[in-house]
């Protein structure tokens, strides 16, 4: 594709998509050519500080060295396999995630949605296994899993469910705030309870420790097993390696995404040896899932962690909630900031979809989710320095849309 001298690539770019591409998507009116570090460029050369990352994605940033080493190197050696094969970076992969989880097997996919499957599917083949089957599945209010129709099935939101339904049946959803609500829910039927330590989607809320205590007393009670979702929390994003450690809470399963490959697709589900022990050869299956490309490329994310990136990340997380909490000192629409490290809500006593082109018009890259906040989800690699200017522009971008 190409563009004439009189034709901008931006609308060039836009019109074939509006031509050909399932219109699923509202996009902002930019075209990102290239990145370096926490900033994006756009194809006029507009530098855009992002605070997104590709919704929590790029936690390297963009074009990070080690990254670009790792890719470059394994596309001009070997791409894929299948799983039919053994190649040398799955199994150290699983053993750098097992051991930092503390659950002792990983099965490898391509998404944070299809490790949500893959977990939904083992907690009940677990029970199959013990000859006692169990069906039901407690999810949370406001608690998102994934697109696929069975992470669907325990998404909250009737915006993203009914359109598509009947979806997996046996699900229950519970208040994310009352710990009664939970504990009459779950029974011996129950397979298990899935849910984020920090809900993404749902505003940047943490899971209060009254459901953290009801979701410990009712799996010791039922047996039930927990899924911890730490698609968006998990890998650093908090500053720990899993949010669910924070909180004081002992998952059976882990679903992983996101950040595993730094942008590369790649993700896993972490399986304790009780529920391994249940699953037998051809329970589950992927054809890219754990292939060389995916693999070497999240080796290489997980080492910068090691290598002193996490350490960073609890140093600055701190530095960016502050500045959040000034945020809110100065513009009465602010009414909460919520979240962990690198993972921030402003919660607005509004709308708050008129902030993030406001801040696009500032160079400044948020979004909106829960209607009325703003997420912030940077790359681990932002600086103090990034921070303030990124704060200086959020600054600006509030006052416009108080002043509207």
Not at 344 to 366: M, S
Request: net charge negative; aromatic share 6%.
């Amino acid at each position: 594709m190409s563009s004439t001298a009189t034709e901008p690539i931006a609308t060039t770019v836009q019109a074939v998509e509006a031509a050909h591409v399932l219109q699923t998507y509202k996009r902002q009116p930019v075209v990102f050519v290239r990145g370096e570090g926490v900033w994006l460029v756009a194809d006029d050369g507009t530098r855009y500080l992002d605070l997104l990352s590709g919704i929590g994605v790029n936690v390297l940033g963009h074009a990070h060295p080690a990254m670009v080493a790792a890719v470059r190197d394994q596309v001009g050696t070997l791409v894929h396999t299948s799983n039919l094969f053994f190649h040398p970076f799955q199994g150290p992969l699983a053993e750098k995630l097992t051991k930092a989880s503390g659950l002792e097997r990983a099965f490898f996919c391509n998404s944070g949605a299809e490790a949500v499957e893959g977990c939904l599917k083992f907690a009940r083949r677990f029970w199959y296994t013990a000859g006692t089957p169990r069906k039901q599945f407690i999810a949370f209010e406001r608690g998102f899993s994934g697109r696929t129709m069975g992470a669907l099935s325990t998404t909250w939101d009737a915006h993203y469910r009914d359109p598509f339904g009947p979806l997996v049946p046996e699900v229950r959803f519970v208040s994310n705030e009352d710990p009664d609500d939970l504990l009459a829910a779950v029974s011996d039927d129950t397979a298990a309870i899935i849910g984020e330590p920090i809900q993404g989607e749902g505003g940047v809320r943490p899971l209060p420790p009254q459901i953290v205590a009801a979701i410990n007393k009712a799996c010791g009670q039922t047996g039930a097993l927990y899924i911890a979702d730490e698609v968006q929390s998990g890998l650093g994003r908090t500053g720990h390696m899993f949010h669910f450690e924070a909180l004081g809470l002992c998952p059976d399963l882990i679903s992983v995404g996101k950040a595993l490959g730094g942008g590369f697709p790649i993700g896993a589900v972490l399986v304790s040896a009780r529920v391994a022990a249940a699953i037998s050869a051809g329970d589950h299956g992927t054809t890219y899932g754990g292939n060389p490309l995916g693999c070497r490329t999240a080796l290489a994310v997980l080492e910068t962690l090691e290598g002193g990136l996490l350490d960073h990340v609890r140093r600055v997380g701190p530095v960016f909630a502050q500045a959040l909490e000034s945020l809110k000192a100065k513009h009465p629409m602010v009414v909460e900031v919520r979240g962990a490290g690198l993972m921030q809500g402003l919660v607005l006593d509004r709308d708050a979809a008129p902030v993030v082109p406001a801040a696009l018009e500032r160079g400044l890259i948020v979004n909106r989710t829960a209607e009325r906040v703003v997420r912030m989800l940077p790359p681990y690699v932002i600086t103090e320095a990034e921070i303030a200017e990124a704060i200086t522009r959020l600054d600006a971008a509030l006052t416009a849309v108080e002043g509207a």
